[in-house]
């Protein structure tokens, strides 16, 4: 079984070890069929990813090449694999995936898993996360997102990563665990800063430890934050936490604070 990776540099793991993917051209069609996710995507979407508005006088037959050359490469891998994995169907190409062999979408699963769980199983959610977000090597097909549709499926990922990482620290807060999460919530809301979730998870974390002057502190910076770049005002979910927090409200050891608005 091969095991593809996007969530990081593009690679194509075998039991011997990774695999390259040699060329920027083969790199971005590898992409683009792992991103569509066992669906079909059509000759003209591959050639505009490939080459942008520089196509080939011959597309077609340069494609195709390039489809060949991705055969051979996948079936050297995987010599005893009865058919190819990328056939040719009336809607376009197809990469065919099974089950576990794409990070992107097992760590998919993993969010919607954890989204449909209920505050009871913060302990399991928060491994399963924790699981998930260690798929991540670095920046979705590490910095090279190719096309229009690459860059859609990185920006959605990204999106999913995001809501991983709230949730997972929602899970550790319910357990009473601020210490476990609170460097790596600071880290977030310093690299989102526009983010009023990590904001208001961070702003718990700190009045949890016993440091309600820095959550309050953090509030007035992102107050400040949304007014000189957005012109906006906090929401009233993050005004919610810092009245809490100014009136010790019991909410702020409960579950209440903790659930989205």
Same mark, same amino acid.
């Given at each position: 079984?091969?095991?593809?990776?996007?969530?990081?540099?593009?690679?194509?793991?075998?039991?011997?070890?990774?695999?390259?993917?040699?060329?920027?051209?083969?790199?971005?069609?590898?992409?683009?069929?792992?991103?569509?996710?066992?669906?079909?995507?059509?000759?003209?979407? %591959?050639?505009?990813?490939?080459?942008?508005?520089?196509?080939?006088?011959?597309?077609?037959?340069?494609?195709?090449?390039?489809?060949?050359?991705?055969?051979?490469?996948?079936?050297?891998?995987?010599?005893?694999?009865?058919?190819?994995?990328?056939?040719?169907?009336?809607?376009?190409?197809?990469?065919?995936?099974?089950?576990?062999?794409?990070?992107?979408?097992?760590?998919?699963?993993?969010?919607?898993?954890?989204?449909?769980?209920?505050?009871?199983?913060?302990?399991?959610?928060?491994? %399963?996360?924790?699981?998930?977000?260690?798929?991540?090597?670095?920046?979705?097909?590490?910095?090279?997102?190719?096309?229009?549709?690459?860059?859609?499926?990185?920006?959605?990922?990204?999106?999913?990563?995001?809501?991983?990482?709230?949730?997972?620290?929602?899970?550790?807060?319910?357990?009473?665990?601020?210490?476990?999460?609170?460097?790596?919530?600071?880290?977030?809301?310093?690299?989102?800063?526009? $983010?009023?979730?990590?904001?208001?998870?961070?702003?718990?974390?700190?009045? $949890?430890?016993?440091?309600?002057?820095?959550?309050?502190?953090?509030?007035? $910076?992102?107050?400040?934050?949304?007014?000189?770049?957005?012109?906006?005002?906090?929401?009233?979910?993050?005004?919610?936490?810092?009245?809490?927090?100014?009136?010790?409200?019991?909410?702020?050891?409960?579950?209440?604070?903790?659930?989205?608005?």
């Amino acid at each position: 079984m091969l095991r593809f990776s996007v969530l990081g540099p593009l690679q194509i793991r075998t039991d011997a070890g990774p695999a390259d993917v040699p060329g920027d051209l083969q790199r971005i069609l590898v992409q683009t069929l792992l991103v569509c996710e066992g669906r079909p995507v059509s000759g003209e979407s %591959l050639a505009e990813e490939m080459w942008g508005e520089a196509l080939p006088d011959n597309q077609a037959n340069a494609l195709q090449a390039h489809i060949s050359r991705l055969r051979r490469r996948l079936r050297a891998l995987e010599p005893d694999r009865p058919v190819s994995r990328v056939t040719m169907h009336p809607a376009g190409y197809r990469l065919g995936l099974g089950e576990g062999e794409l990070d992107a979408a097992e760590f998919v699963r993993a969010v919607r898993l954890a989204e449909s769980a209920g505050p009871r199983d913060a302990e399991r959610t928060a491994r %399963l996360l924790g699981d998930a977000l260690a798929l991540w090597r670095g920046p979705v097909f590490g910095g090279f997102p190719g096309g229009t549709l690459c860059q859609l499926a990185g920006a959605r990922y990204e999106e999913h990563r995001m809501r991983a990482m709230e949730l997972r620290f929602d899970a550790e807060l319910r357990l009473g665990r601020p210490a476990a999460v609170l460097a790596e919530l600071a880290d977030a809301h310093a690299n989102h800063p526009l $983010r009023e979730r990590f904001c208001e998870q961070l702003m718990i974390a700190l009045y $949890r430890s016993g440091r309600q002057a820095d959550a309050l502190d953090v509030f007035h $910076r992102m107050r400040r934050r949304l007014d000189e770049e957005l012109g906006i005002q906090p929401s009233p979910a993050l005004r919610r936490v810092e009245n809490a927090i100014l009136s010790h409200d019991p909410a702020l050891t409960g579950d209440r604070l903790l659930q989205p608005a």
